[in-house]
């Protein structure tokens, strides 16, 4: 793990290397494009499209949560 690397604001792994400059996440794939958690149930669309913040979270969370359950 590189302890320079941010978290990434939708499923909070250090991926980052800067907030807001429209980086990818390697793990869920969230483009950060500077919404945070002060926002994070409004939908901007641009680059991840329909999805809120939030609703982009939980859907990363539920989907390692059932990945850990079939370990």
């Known amino acids: ?15 980052l290397s ?6 990818i996440c390697r793990v869920c794939w969230w483009e ?3 919404q945070g958690d002060d ?4 939908v901007w669309g641009g680059p991840n499209g329909m999805y809120s913040l939030s609703t ?5 969370t539920c ?5 850990a359950s079939r370990w």
């Open 39 to 42: 926002c994070a149930t409004e």
């Open 56 to 60: 982009s979270t939980t859907t990363v």
């Open 32 to 34: 950060d494009d500077r």
């Open 63 to 67: 989907s390692i949560l059932a990945k």
């Open 18 to 23: 800067e907030h807001g400059i429209h980086e």
């Open 1 to 15: 793990m590189n302890p320079s690397l941010l978290p990434c604001p939708c499923c909070r792994f250090p991926t």
